[in-house]
């Protein structure tokens, strides 16, 4: 492979000897673009015997989808040349070269823009530009291909517009300064996808990928993306570049074996009848689950409620025992109501302090803890410098803001997965929800 070489010094580049240069189809301007197209699906690797230099690749499986594409390049060219006013007195010209889907090619073509010894010299522009090179390259069109050109172009500071290249670690402006692309990344196809799966109610779904950058990293952020809706991975294979027919078909058995359908319902267990429950299956996803008969006395229920009904009980009426509290104030003041006063909203708040349930609410409890020490505290300077009756005001607009703190913070919460979210408020979301945690 040929190599490009530039000397500061001399300012003027040269390509050491190597492998014969690549067809380009190509047209001379006062400014080419340079443009990378794979025409040609696979190669055929020639013999190597590290005795003698060796030859071109030879690209096989001509792409028409691919010759159109390249063909938009020099349509566009050709009517900007042709209409004269976007680039007056300039005429453009361009340099398009066969990537034949593999890196290897990408790359060696990349080189050969940046130019070779039989290029006219010129001065660099800021030690950047070497003789015949493109001001810009127009692909490649795979992302495993992008990748490799991306981290070349960025040494020389040439920008690459690629039309098709879609993997999602090319945002990356650290690795890939002068990467651009006219196509949305992956993450996006991967929102679709993850909607799709949505849509249908699947829980069981398999994920499929090529053998590249472009196919592993779209299959990891597809599979992260459908788990945190409570569905599960039956499968994550990677179809092997060579196609090896025993990897394959190995695949193949695992895929009819999984139980993932493309119909409507997929899922890894139906759901229980009515008389049985749901066992979850051990060293299983959560969406894996054996339907157990009811034992005589108990009742199958597809959902549980938003937390234990004993403990809210408890703590709805604790907590209206501390509204209830601020009554004590009425009247005229007594031995007996001055300490029923404090012992009473005490003893009532020891209650409506507890934990819930054994879900994890502990944000809940923590923030409605704060709010009532807030309270509490600018409580004790108020009602120092209060005088009078406007003291027992202070106190009886403290236990009534302390109390409507607990009750919006622990309760409001369940409100709202009982009347906007009631999906959530299923089993199978909160054990998936504290299996990811």
């Not at 530009?129 to 493109?134: D, H, S, Y």
């Not at 990467?179 to 994920?207: C, I």
């Not at 597809?302 to 601020?326: G, K």
Request: glycine share 6%.
């Amino acid at each position: 492979m040929s190599v490009v070489i530039c000397d500061q010094d001399a300012q003027q580049c040269k390509q050491t000897p190597g492998s014969l240069s690549l067809p380009v189809l190509q047209r001379i301007g006062d400014v080419t673009l340079g443009g990378l197209f794979p025409l040609h699906e696979t190669v055929v690797e020639p013999h190597r015997s590290f005795t003698t230099l060796p030859s071109n690749l030879h690209c096989t499986s001509f792409s028409l989808r691919i010759f159109r594409m390249a063909q938009s390049m020099i349509f566009a060219i050709e009517e900007i040349n042709r209409e004269g006013k976007l680039l007056p007195n300039v005429t453009l010209g361009y340099k398009i070269y066969d990537s034949c889907s593999t890196p290897y090619q990408a790359l060696k073509a990349a080189m050969e823009l940046m130019g070779t010894e039989q290029d006219s010299e010129v001065e660099m522009v800021d030690n950047h530009m070497c003789p015949g090179t493109v001001p810009v390259v127009i692909g490649d069109a795979g992302s495993t291909q992008s990748l490799v050109v991306a981290r070349f172009l960025g040494a020389f500071h040439v920008p690459q517009v690629s039309y098709f290249s879609s993997c999602a670690c090319l945002s990356n402006k650290k690795e890939y300064p002068a990467f651009l692309r006219t196509m949305p990344s992956d993450l996006f196809q991967v929102e679709a996808l993850v909607q799709l799966v949505k849509h249908f109610q699947w829980t069981w779904v398999g994920v499929i990928a090529g053998d590249d950058v472009y196919g592993r990293s779209g299959a990891a952020v597809f599979a992260n993306e459908v788990k945190k809706f409570g569905a599960c991975v039956a499968l994550q294979e990677i179809i092997p570049k060579n196609h090896a027919r025993e990897a394959l078909a190995a695949i193949v058995s695992r895929i009819r074996s999984s139980g993932a359908l493309v119909v409507p319902e997929s899922v890894c267990s139906s759901p229980c009848l009515q008389g049985t429950r749901k066992a979850i299956r051990p060293n299983f996803p959560i969406c894996c689950h054996d339907c157990v008969v009811c034992r005589a006395g108990e009742i199958s229920n597809q959902t549980i409620r938003a937390n234990n009904s004993e403990l809210s009980f408890l703590l709805l009426f604790s907590l209206t025992l501390c509204f209830l509290c601020s009554l004590t104030f009425i009247g005229r003041p007594s031995d007996w109501s001055c300490m029923l006063r404090q012992t009473a909203f005490g003893i009532t708040f020891v209650l409506s302090r507890k934990l819930p349930d054994n879900f994890n609410e502990a944000k809940y409890i923590t923030f409605s803890m704060l709010i009532f020490c807030a309270v509490w505290v600018a409580f004790i300077p108020a009602y120092i410098s209060s005088p009078g009756k406007y003291a027992v005001a202070v106190e009886i607009f403290a236990i009534l803001a302390s109390s409507y703190g607990l009750l919006a913070c622990i309760f409001a919460p369940k409100c709202y997965i009982i009347l906007l979210k009631p999906e959530k408020n299923s089993r199978k979301h909160l054990m998936s929800k504290t299996s990811v945690q």
